[in-house]
């Protein structure tokens, strides 16, 4: 009960705190949206002994979408966000027919990843020299809900003739470094008018580099999602 | 004085009126039917009216040796003067130029004015005529039209009322480049879609049949198109030639098809409410006498497409459709047929035949290679995650025990959960989209319910302390900055 009370303190020493400095003209959120070509790395799991994965849907991958708000929390020397992300991932391969080829059934792995991280971004360049670069560095844990088609479009079973369903979670962890370009820099007057008219105070552009490890903390019996990527896309404070 | 006031009236009733303008005469088309209301018929919307005028329609008049006069009916009221005088319906092309001789036009009816005086005329449009209006016969015809007329004088072709009737005779042309692929216990069917367009296509049927026999998924009520046997009850076949000559067969055990009806074979010439009252409604006669049975071996290219025999049924957009439910190490045939906005349906397409095979999909090729992934998800609502020994479920167990079992708002809050959880639990396992759902909004319960357990409190509460302390020293420092200036 003890602990309720003070997370309740807790929760409201932060909103107070928050209004406590709404005076000021601050951009509490931050929208990104992004893309970037996602692999798996299911295979992993195998040791190099087999390659399932690889096998079905080649070693292309696909693009995962991903959209992440960030709240800010604590500004002094750069800026601190709690962050919130989701996105949805989706790669189509065929099912393979008696001698190992390509049949004409479709199966599919669908991704949900979302992650809760903490986003740190070094914007003291910009509010102190207006130089327009903001690198940045987020950490987090990732939950991605997972699930396998079968050629009728429905979730596949693991085993040929039926069995538990081929879906589930795999948690993990993700580290990001990446860099931000803020456009306004280029077209002050564009920006104000955008700000006038949405609220929205800036806008960028950027690029980043996650290592994301999913593996159930390597607990196993799941399917590992672990990847190392580039991510680029476009973000909104407001 | 009085006689003169006599005389006058009797003048002015004759004389005046010449001179008053007379009522307009006006027709009001109060609907579309198809069929005389009196033997059943109702009135069309906007869809059914359409399709009324399609190929199937147009065909039930083929071979029209029993004078077969398949026909809709438009219903007009008439408000304007009765002065005994006839009307006339036409049907065709420019019928009101005068130049144009009325032998090229279809007279529907001729009636006198008097005989709408609180009564609803029904005129019948017979539909081969709609396509061919000099001699009523029925061919295919891709987007054409005919004009349906009311003159009140032949000699000057005065037109009281007209509307320009659309008819579409003509099936789309038959899909090409038909291939097949096999899957487990399914195939798929791919098929040449360039021109659904243009053809006007709204539907692909895929057709399917195992040895001679519509295929054991094969089922008429996933058939999209209009058949002469929905309409007037005879069964329409092609020849082997996708030229689609057609000849009318009428099924053996019905001799309800020898129609008796005293017609004008020349022209439909009602000028008598018997004689409309006598039209029979044979789409409902002949549909409920039809004992149709499938066919077999009727998956033949260019021939007619049965509906018994349709697999599966996709939109104008696909050019493939996978068939399941079909058993491995059988071969099956396949073809497709398309379907028009109109109901039209075009001749059967080449066929093509496959054998279903077994396969291995990721999850059963992840699994035979040695896969550990079970599936498990990590929460503790089990109904959705399916364990409860997931690190999870463990998490939000020990937040009841540690947290809310310790003071009397959670001891509430969890024995409503165990009242209701359930019930809640049944709902959600109903939809997998509700599962997967659901998954996602406890997972910020979960992270919470982990900062509870294991953050101390002391914690929380120095965080807290920081947070107002900076806030407050950034307002006094934007106050001072505010005074400076």
């Known amino acids: 009960m003890k602990n309720i009370i003070y997370s309740i303190i807790f929760i409201f020493s932060l909103l107070f705190s928050f209004q406590a400095g709404a005076n000021e003209k601050k951009s509490w959120w931050l929208l990104e949206i992004k893309g970037g070509k996602f692999v798996p790395e299911i295979d992993s799991e195998f040791g190099g002994n087999a390659t399932p994965f690889a096998d079905i849907y080649g070693n292309d991958g696909s693009i995962v979408y991903k959209s992440e708000i960030n709240f800010l929390l604590l500004d002094f020397f750069g800026s601190l966000y709690a962050g919130f992300e989701t996105g949805f991932y989706f790669v189509s391969g065929n099912s393979l027919d008696e001698a190992g080829e390509a049949s004409s059934d479709e199966t599919d792995l669908y991704l949900l990843p979302t992650a809760l991280k903490l986003v740190y971004r070094f914007d003291w360049l910009d509010k102190k020299w207006k130089i327009p670069l903001v690198p940045y560095g987020k950490a987090g844990v990732n939950y991605t809900l997972w699930w396998i088609t079968q050629g009728d479009g429905s979730i596949a079973t693991w085993e040929p003739e039926g069995g538990s369903k081929a879906s589930g979670g795999t948690m993990g ?37 996650t290592w994301s490890t999913a593996d159930n903390f390597g607990s196993g019996k799941t399917l590992y999602l672990s990847d190392q990527y580039w991510m680029f896309g476009m973000g909104f404070s407001f | 004085m009085k006689t003169f006031l006599i005389l006058f009236s009797v003048i002015a009733a004759f004389v005046f009126p010449r001179f008053m303008p007379r009522a307009r005469a006006q027709f009001t088309l109060h609907g579309r039917y198809d069929g005389l209301p009196g033997n059943g018929g109702s009135s069309m919307d906007e869809v059914e009216y359409s399709q009324h005028t399609n190929m199937a329609r147009c065909l039930c ?16 009221n008439y408000d304007g003067p009765f002065d005994g005088s006839d009307v006339f319906f036409y049907l065709g092309s420019d019928c009101s130029n005068t130049s ?46 005919s004009t349906f007329y009311i003159f009140s004088s032949l000699e000057n072709r005065d037109t009281l009322w007209s509307e320009t009737i659309s008819y579409d005779t003509r099936g789309p042309a038959p899909r090409s480049e038909i291939s097949a692929s096999s899957g487990e216990n399914a195939v798929t069917v791919h098929w040449n879609n360039d021109d659904a367009d243009e053809e006007g296509i709204q539907y692909f049927n895929v057709l399917c049949m195992r040895e001679t026999t519509p295929a054991e998924v094969a089922d008429s009520s996933m058939a999209n198109w209009v058949d002469t046997e929905d309409v007037c009850g005879k069964v329409l076949e092609y020849d082997d030639t996708t030229d689609a000559t057609k000849k009318m067969i009428y099924p053996d055990n019905n001799d309800d098809y020898q129609v008796n009806d005293d017609y004008d074979n020349d022209r439909f010439y009602f000028d008598e409410q018997e004689q409309f009252d006598h039209k029979p409604n044979r789409k409902k006669h002949y549909k409920n006498d039809l004992n149709y049975t499938c066919p077999d071996n009727m998956l033949v290219e260019g021939g007619r497409p049965y509906k018994c025999y349709v697999c599966g049924s996709t939109t104008n ?7 399941g439910g079909l058993e491995n190490q059988v071969e ?66 020990k937040f009841r025990d540690k947290k809310l079992l310790t003071n009397e708002p959670g001891i509430a809050f969890t024995k409503w959960y165990y009242a209701n959880g359930k019930t809640i639990a049944s709902f959600i396992s109903s939809s997998n989209i509700l599962v997967e759902s659901v998954k996602l909004l406890l997972l910020p319960l979960v992270l919470l319910a982990s900062v509870l357990l294991f953050l101390p409190w002391w914690s929380l509460f120095l965080i807290s302390g920081a947070a107002v302390a900076f806030k407050k020293r950034q307002l006094i420092k934007g106050k001072l900055r505010s005074i400076h200036r």
């Open chain 2, 317 to 323: 957009t696909g050019k493939k459709m996978r068939i």
């Open chain 1, 173 to 209: 962890y993700e580290f990001t470094l990446g860099v931000s370009l803020i456009l306004d820099f280029f077209d002050q007057k564009a920006a104000h008018n955008l700000e006038v008219e949405t609220g929205i105070t800036k806008t960028c552009i950027f690029a980043e580099y």
């Open chain 2, 61 to 76: 008049d083929e071979d029209n040796t029993e004078d077969e006069l398949y026909s809709y009916y438009f219903a007009f």
């Open chain 2, 100 to 145: 144009v001789a009325l032998s090229q036009c279809a007279e529907l009816a001729s009636l006198n004015i008097n005989s709408f005086n609180n009564e609803t005329k029904y005129i019948p449009i017979p539909v081969n005529y709609l396509v061919d209006p000099e001699s009523g016969t029925c061919s295919e015809k891709n987007s054409g039209s």
């Open chain 2, 332 to 397: 099956y045939s396949f073809a497709v047929v398309a379907v028009d906005e109109y109901k039209n349906v075009s001749v059967i397409s080449e066929v093509v035949s496959e054998t279903p095979l077994p396969t291995t999909d990721f999850a059963e090729h992840y699994s035979s290679n040695g896969g550990s992934a079970t599936g498990d998800y990590c929460f503790v609502a089990t109904t959705v995650y399916r364990s409860k020994n997931h690190p999870f479920v463990k998490i939000l167990r």
